[in-house]
């Protein structure tokens, strides 16, 4: 069975792990390497390298950290490129490994299939994740305001819950969001109602768990965002 943890979750950071006993992976990079390592040390003999989805730096800021301590780094070269431009050249390149959407490569006990997602940024993408130790599939989406591919007998869902179209809207009126951003959030970041869309036009028969990451500060509710999900697929649902 797959374990999934998570040390952050959010525009402050992201780091999440997934385990099946005998390799596990880290995803995404986006607080301080120290503090993935020791969060994750009860794990780290096993963990066979990090996927990031992109350069920004609530995903990317500890990859030059993670390269540093052996860590090996999984990222298409549009997000390769975005870290460099971003917090300067990885002192251990040899670590980053370029991958390609729609390309599927093992890495340990797992097959990793990245897919394009829709962000501002160069080259994102989300994973697919397959692990052949567990047999069973997990999905990870996050910053991305439109996932075009059906993904078939999932067993664990990790997608990003941004905002609602109300909360936003609430926060919009109060002020706590200027109106300004509401576009760039809605062309960038996958909310509650994508969420819904998402999973009616996938098959969720096989899915056993969800895992709601990503949530915004302002715009998101986590207790009903749990609540609404479980009522529509009548999933468990974890927020991080
Ligand atoms: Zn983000
Ligand atoms: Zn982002």
Request: neutral net charge; aromatic residues 10%; hydrophobic residues 40%.
């Amino acid at each position: 069975m797959i374990t999934v943890k998570c040390l952050a979750s959010g525009s402050s950071g992201n780091s999440y792990a997934v385990d099946d006993g005998k390799s596990a992976l880290l995803l995404e990079a986006g607080i301080p390497a120290k503090k993935i390592l020791s969060g994750y040390l009860s794990i780290l003999p096993r963990v066979a390298g990090c996927l990031i989805s992109h350069e920004h730096q609530d995903h990317a800021k500890g990859a030059d950290g993670l390269a540093a301590r052996g860590i090996d780094l999984y990222m298409t070269s549009g997000t390769f490129c975005g870290i460099e431009d971003r917090f300067g050249k990885i002192d251990h390149p040899y670590r980053a490994h370029v991958i390609r959407a729609g390309e599927q490569f093992s890495l340990a006990s797992w097959i990793v299939l990245p897919f394009e997602t829709k962000h501002d940024t160069t080259e994102p993408c989300g994973y697919l994740l397959y692990s052949t130790v567990a047999r069973e599939k997990l999905l990870f989406a996050t910053d991305t305001y439109y996932i075009p591919n059906l993904f078939r007998s999932l067993n664990i869902i990790m997608v990003e819950c941004n905002y609602s179209i109300p909360l936003l809207d609430a926060s919009i009126r109060d002020g706590r969001v200027p109106e300004i951003m509401k576009p760039r959030l809605l062309r960038s970041h996958f909310g509650l109602e994508n969420v819904k869309d998402f999973f009616l036009a996938n098959g969720m028969q096989s899915v056993r768990h969800i895992y709601l990451i990503h949530l915004s500060d302002n715009n998101a509710d986590p207790e009903q965002f749990k609540r609404e999900i479980e009522r529509s697929t009548g999933k468990p649902v974890t927020v991080f």
